[in-house]
């Protein structure tokens, strides 16, 4: 148990950059990791904070409080929900080689995509539309 609540004060102290003491702090951490919430938990919540804080408008901070984020754990777990689904579904920005690789890749044209997509039915339908005489009609 120990070992969970100082994972998650050092998680905390990396991404809020505050300088607080563990014992301080050290009941709220308990009563998180007795509840059954990991530092993988914490971690996905502050990623969170942080990005809703950058999308938000400049007057909008929320706090690295901790007794104000991680206090009420119903409150808490609502806002875990958010931030595990925004985990999930977030994209990782690509690579310098990844963005290189996409942008040398070539474009498709759309009228190339309508031909590869509508292919002829079979040879026999090709070479006859090929060798077809100029003055019968087409049928």
């Given amino acids: 148990m120990r070992e969970v609540i100082e994972s998650m004060h050092r998680i905390f102290l990396q991404h809020s950059r505050l300088d607080c003491k ?3 702090q050290e009941r709220i951490w ?7 919430y990991t530092h993988e938990d ?15 408008d400049p007057e909008y901070r929320r706090m690295f409080h901790i007794p104000r984020m991680f206090g009420d754990l119903a409150n808490f777990d609502a806002d875990l929900s958010l931030a595990k ?14 963005q290189a690789l996409q942008d040398l890749r070539p474009h ?8 590869r997509l509508n292919p002829a039915r079979s040879v026999r339908e090709v070479l006859a539309r090929i060798l077809r005489p100029p003055s019968q009609p087409s049928a």
Avoid: C, Q
């Fill in 42 to 56: 914490v971690d996905i919540f502050l990623k969170w904070v942080l990005h809703e804080n950058s999308t938000r």
């Fill in 30 to 36: 308990y009563e998180l990791a007795k509840a059954g």
């Fill in 85 to 98: 689904a925004w985990y999930r579904n977030r994209r990782v920005p690509p690579t310098a080689r990844e």
């Fill in 22 to 24: 563990l014992a301080s």
């Fill in 108 to 115: 498709i044209d759309p009228e190339l995509e309508k031909a």
